[in-house]
């Protein structure tokens, strides 16, 4: 798994139990793995077709800095699927997990469209080719 994206936990993040908010943490999440996704399908049009079950597995309190980490697990003909975890930078402890994620990849008519993907892309590799001289 990809950890990229950290978050510092902050008081307007926090419930009324003093713990990360979960639509906020939610929030986080959804918008770091659209990212993901349209980098790995090189499309800045995809959507959030589903979202498998949410497990809150321990709480995160004001000052934590919390990382997501993402993975692709499937490339369907039109879709990304995603694996996700959420955990404590410091201790590593996992907050939260979702085992599937699936984006689809639209074309220009905002309909699903082929994406030609099959396998993870890695940031080294992508700027690998750029720089190579010929």
Same mark, same amino acid.
């Given at each position: 798994?990809?950890?990229?994206?950290?978050?510092? $936990?902050?008081?307007?993040? #926090?419930?009324?139990?003093?713990?990360?908010?979960?639509?906020?943490?939610?929030?986080?999440?959804?918008? %770091?793995?659209? @990212?993901?996704?349209? $980098?790995?399908?090189?499309?800045?049009?995809?959507?959030?077709?589903?979202?498998? %079950?949410?497990?809150?597995?321990?709480?995160? =309190?004001?000052?934590?800095?919390?990382?997501?980490?993402?993975?692709?697990?499937?490339?369907? =003909?039109?879709? @990304?699927?995603?694996?996700?975890?959420?955990?404590?930078?410091?201790?590593?402890?996992?907050? #939260?997990? $979702? %085992?599937? @994620?699936?984006? $689809?990849?639209?074309?220009?008519?905002?309909?699903?469209?082929?994406?030609?993907?099959?396998? @993870?892309?890695?940031?080294?590799?992508?700027?690998?080719?750029?720089?190579?001289?010929?």
């Amino acid at each position: 798994m990809n950890f990229h994206t950290r978050k510092w $936990v902050k008081p307007e993040d #926090l419930n009324p139990n003093g713990t990360l908010f979960g639509g906020s943490l939610l929030r986080w999440l959804d918008e %770091e793995a659209a @990212i993901y996704a349209i $980098v790995q399908l090189g499309n800045q049009r995809v959507v959030t077709k589903y979202i498998s %079950e949410i497990n809150f597995v321990s709480a995160s =309190r004001q000052g934590d800095i919390i990382e997501l980490g993402i993975t692709a697990t499937e490339f369907g =003909r039109t879709s @990304i699927t995603l694996k996700c975890e959420v955990r404590n930078k410091i201790t590593r402890k996992s907050i #939260l997990t $979702v %085992e599937k @994620i699936v984006f $689809v990849n639209l074309g220009e008519d905002g309909l699903p469209a082929p994406h030609g993907r099959t396998e @993870i892309k890695y940031v080294k590799d992508q700027f690998k080719d750029e720089g190579a001289v010929e």
